[in-house]
């Protein structure tokens, strides 16, 4: 079964600085997908970015990167310049793309709150 | 653009009780999923549909049972709920086409079983 860690329950970050969120995954398939999704207080899924696992470059959205170490299995999200509105939860997910069903496993998350 | 909207947003329950959360889908996708979200346990997959016709458990399938209504609908009902049901409910669709699609979530069902 694969498995998601976010090892980091709660963050503070001052507005404008990075913040790195980690997340580590457990696969024994060379060929895996990860996602993150971001979850406001409002409550509803957001997605954020993409990174395939034979993808030579790490993703890049607009303030968010996905720093990709395959050999470390890990997938660490990068905020940079951080703002009020990235105050949320934040979850790392895998998939393995050679199930058919393509479901995702979801990490527990991890709380970032922004300061000003 | 309503994406996918589940029913209700809220509910309360008495232990025992049973009842249906309804979800459906305007996206033409494939497959569905029906995720419960509890404090430090991200979300965990309750039962899936990949495609019309089919369904299938989860992680964590103890208590629930699903219905793949149509290629829209996908609807989870608990039968007898226990207090150990209550959580956040979150229904979602992908595509069903490759491995990079991400899922659209509904808003979520939050509830309680008193």
């Known amino acids: 079964a694969q498995k998601i860690t976010q090892t980091q329950p709660g963050m503070f970050v001052q507005e404008k600085e990075a913040v790195t969120l980690d997340c580590t995954y457990d696969t024994s398939d060379q060929s895996y997908g990860l996602f993150w999704y971001k979850q406001p207080s409002s409550g509803e899924m957001i997605f954020l970015i993409y990174?395939?696992?034979?993808?030579?470059q790490n993703a890049t959205e607009g303030r968010y990167s996905l720093n990709f170490q395959k050999a470390r299995k890990s997938a660490n999200l990068v905020i940079s310049a951080s703002q009020l509105g990235d105050s949320a939860m934040y979850f790392c997910?895998?998939?393995?793309?050679?199930?058919?069903?393509?479901?995702?496993?979801f990490g527990a998350g991890t709380t970032v709150t922004v300061r000003a | 653009n309503a994406g996918v909207t589940q029913t209700p947003k809220f509910q309360v329950l008495k232990t025992g009780q049973s009842m249906t959360l309804q979800c459906a889908q305007d996206m033409n996708h494939n497959s569905m999923y029906w995720y419960r979200q509890d404090p430090g346990m991200g979300l965990r997959l309750i039962y899936y549909?990949?495609?019309?016709?089919?369904?299938d458990k989860g992680e964590v399938p103890n208590g629930y049972n699903v219905s793949r209504l149509n290629k829209r609908e996908f609807s989870l009902r608990l039968e007898s709920a226990a207090p150990s049901q209550t959580s956040v409910y979150f229904c979602a669709s992908s595509e069903g086409r490759g491995p990079n699609e991400k899922l659209f979530f509904g808003s979520g069902t939050q509830l309680s079983v008193l």
């Open positions: 549909s990949a495609s019309e016709g089919t369904t």
């Open positions: 990174q395939g696992s034979y993808d030579e």
């Open positions: 997910a895998m998939r393995d793309p050679w199930q058919y069903d393509y479901k995702l496993s």
